[in-house]
């Protein structure tokens, strides 16, 4: 029975976003900025988006959890449109500390030359951005949204304001 309510929860899921339009919207991201060399760069508002996300994030889980114990259609259609709006926010995040961050603004250092050490620093930072944000997919924790809050600061402070 409970492996029919998940599938009853995933195909709820899918068709809503194939009916609203959203299958597509990983797409559209995917192209918000260019991976050519533009030099076209605002990192404070990457880190912006990053936190508006962990914000919503945020949100997400103290709604789901609010609504987990109630048993009604209404709450239960909610707590799904949360656990969804979620994800997206989780996967955008991952999407701008890997494809924006990660692929075009932390260069690559060789071993043992100068900056080798920062390099490695940088990268682990950025990693732990992308493995906060996937552990706020999986949990429905405070203590997730604030380590991945944590993460987003930690990455900040390499791209100052203008």
């Known amino acids: 029975m409970r492996t029919r309510a998940a599938a009853v929860v ?5 068709v809503g976003l ?5 299958w597509m919207m990983d797409v559209k991201r995917a192209e918000a900025h260019c991976q050519v060399p533009c030099g ?3 990192d404070p508002a990457r880190i912006a988006q990053m936190r508006e996300d962990a914000t919503t994030i945020a949100k997400a889980i103290t709604s789901i959890n609010e609504l987990a114990g109630k048993n009604d259609g ?15 926010h989780a996967s ?26 920062d390099y490695l ?3 682990a930072d950025h990693h732990a ?14 203590a997730s949204v604030h380590d ?4 987003i600061d930690a990455i900040a402070k390499y791209y100052p304001k203008g």
């Open 148 to 151: 991945l809050e944590h993460a």
């Open 92 to 117: 955008h995040i991952m999407e701008l500390a890997s494809t924006y961050f990660l692929a075009q603004r932390v260069k690559p250092v060789a071993a043992g030359a100068d900056g080798y050490q």
């Open 121 to 123: 620093t940088k990268l």
């Open 74 to 88: 209404e709450s239960f259609n909610q707590a799904t449109r949360w656990v969804v709006t979620k994800e997206e």
């Open 18 to 22: 194939a009916s609203a339009g959203l």
């Open 40 to 42: 076209i760069y605002d």
């Open 129 to 142: 951005v992308i493995v906060a944000a996937m552990k706020t997919k999986q949990n429905t924790t405070e």
């Open 10 to 14: 995933v195909l709820a899921c899918l």
